[in-house]
């Protein structure tokens, strides 16, 4: 077995745990991530993708409200490249509480988060396809954030200052010397070989796994899990976030993200952080209130859905079993202060909006107390970016169209979203041993458009068997069809139905791809 040693460890690799990685990098620590799988698969690859204006908890969480407004002017200045400046507008439907606007207008200009009453004829004209019974709307500065580029700059950023992200590592077991956290034993599941490493601090950033670390640890973690689900419409309905001017409620969101809008969301109690089953009662509810919004809404098409844990925090005093009734705002525990154990710190809740603060806040405690005089630099120093890595598909439109087409070399392999073989040989290229095509999925958008995998899931398994000098297993294709199907069924009516089932016709029927007793049938 090889060991390491380094003075942080940060074990989960999402937003948290990147954000507290990237903090430590540039402030000159010795730090190591380890993400048992790929970045984006937890909760930070799973939610709507709003970066918060603060309005929607001016009422309900005025901390997470003001955080999120303070962390929205900073990311938009650090992470252009990664938002999209859509605007946001709160809006009173014939169905809220009329005393809810003017309460509301109110917190928010406390708070000092902008939020300005416009027309509703104004409304209309920016947002035609809302409901014209709407008797207030005001314009605040919510924006949509594509995390999974997000990410991929984080880990950059980490690289660039020396810090280490082991993806496919999972923490096995943590082994403590009487008061203190000391190892960490941890997998390489791309070869099933151990590794123990020491570290002078422990960070658990495992957001809805993050009860199982600290069980490891032998503590105790007051951890509560809300499933969310989310809705993804085929067509981008509105340009600009869309939410009810009412309390935080399921069904009260539209956000446009690309060519899409997310309808969001649930928020029902679970046990384990792989929860993620979707109920039908939730997608007709998702329906239900954003046809409120946008009337006719129901009869648009349903792309698919997919579900998300929010890692919450519930302190002893609070018995809530409703996980919506529990506040935002996140927490960074010590547990030399609350369980006498050395070395281990934990930070949970928040938003991805608010990554770059509980990273701050989180490395501050660290500095703390390895006696490191660092400050941190984050708020002022823009993520790398690599132009032309991570497309938009406008962008990619404009790239292929500035071809010539009879010059053009390069095949179209994702139609929906312009992937082109290129881009796949290039993260090929760069990605670490064991990519799977769900990691594709992540870093390039294949398979997330209107054909879900139709076409560009076996044309990316053929090149990557051609790119490895093995081929990589059936399995991998398997699951990312598999997964895209979860997504796709709890829709599966009217023109989704009719693109799944020809999907499901050319992968068992044309290219036998299923598994055995499916080829049969
Ligand atoms: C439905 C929903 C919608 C949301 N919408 C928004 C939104 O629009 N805007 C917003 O700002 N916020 C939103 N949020 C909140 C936001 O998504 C989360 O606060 C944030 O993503 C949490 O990130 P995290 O890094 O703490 O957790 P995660 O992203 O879950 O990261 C934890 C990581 O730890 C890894 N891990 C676990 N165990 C181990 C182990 N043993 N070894 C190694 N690695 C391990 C996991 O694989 C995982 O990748 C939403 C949340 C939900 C659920």
């Known amino acids: 077995m090889s060991s390491l040693s380094t003075q942080v460890l940060v074990i989960g690799g999402g937003a948290t745990g990147l954000g507290i990685a990237w903090d430590a990098a540039l402030r000159g ?35 997470s409200a003001r955080d999120c407004a303070s962390e929205n002017r900073i990311l938009r200045k650090i992470a252009s490249h990664t938002i999209e400046d859509t605007g946001g507008l709160f809006v009173a439907t014939p169905a809220d509480p009329v005393d809810y606007p ?3 207008v109110s917190a928010c200009s406390q708070l000092n988060i902008p939020a300005e009453e416009i027309s509703l004829s104004a409304m209309l004209e920016r947002e035609p396809l809302l409901n014209p019974r709407i008797s207030r709307s005001f314009l605040v500065q919510d924006a949509s954030v594509d995390s ?17 992200v082991l993806l496919r ?12 956290l000391v190892e960490a034993k941890i ?5 099933d070989k151990s590794l123990r490493l020491s570290a002078n601090l422990f960070v658990n950033a495992a957001g809805p796994w993050a009860k199982t670390i600290t069980t490891m640890a032998g503590v105790e973690l007051p951890l509560a899990l809300g499933k969310g689900t989310l809705v993804a419409m085929s067509h981008r309905l509105v340009n600009t976030v869309v939410n009810r001017c009412k309390p935080p409620s399921d069904g009260d969101i539209i956000v446009p993200v690309g060519t899409v809008a997310i309808l969001g969301t649930t928020d029902v109690p679970v046990k384990e952080p792989t929860s993620l089953d979707i109920e039908p009662w939730e997608v007709d509810l998702l329906l239900a209130e954003g046809d409120l919004l946008l009337p006719g809404l129901r009869d ?19 018995g809530d079993t409703q996980t919506r009734a529990l506040l935002r705002a996140h927490v960074i525990l010590d547990h030399e202060e609350t369980d006498g154990l050395q070395c281990f710190i934990s930070v949970i809740g928040g938003k991805l909006t608010t990554f770059r603060l509980m ?5 501050d405690l660290i500095c703390d107390k390895l006696e490191i005089d660092q400050k941190c630099s ?28 009879l010059a053009t070399t390069d095949q179209i392999v994702c139609e929906c979203e312009l992937v082109l073989r290129g881009d796949i040989e290039l993260a090929l290229e760069k990605s670490a041993a064991g990519t799977e095509l769900d990691d594709l999925r992540r870093d390039l958008r294949i398979g997330m458009g209107p054909c879900q995998a139709g076409f560009c899931a076996f044309r990316t398994y053929a090149i990557s068997s051609e790119y490895y000098s093995s081929p990589p297993s059936l399995k991998g294709l398997h699951n990312f069809l598999y997964e895209r199907w979860k997504g796709i069924r709890p829709v599966s009516w009217g023109s989704t139905l009719q693109q799944m089932e020809f999907s499901r016709r050319i992968y068992l029927d044309l290219l036998a791809a299923g598994p055995k007793s499916e080829k049969r049938s």
Do not use: C, M
């Open 187 to 191: 997998i390489d599941l791309s070869n």
């Open 300 to 318: 648009s098409r349903p792309l698919r859905t997919w579900a998300g844990i929010r890692p919450l925090y519930q302190p002893a005093d609070n």
């Open 359 to 363: 990273a701050e806040e989180a490395v």
């Open 148 to 164: 999974f580029d997000l990410s991929h700059l984080l880990v950059k950023g980490i690289q660039e200052h020396g810090g280490v």
């Open 378 to 405: 984050t708020a002022s120093t823009p993520l790398p970016h690599e132009s032309g890595q991570f497309l938009s598909l406008p962008s990619r439109l404009e790239k292929l169209e500035r071809q010539h087409p």
């Open 169 to 180: 590592h999972r923490l096995e077991s943590l082994i403590r010397h009487q008061d203190r």
């Open 29 to 63: 620590l010795k730090v190591v991530l380890i993400e048992q799988s790929d970045i984006g698969q937890g909760t930070s690859g799973r939610h709507h993708g709003l970066l918060h204006s603060g309005g929607r908890y001016a009422l309900s969480d005025p901390v």
């Open 102 to 104: 003017d309460r509301w």
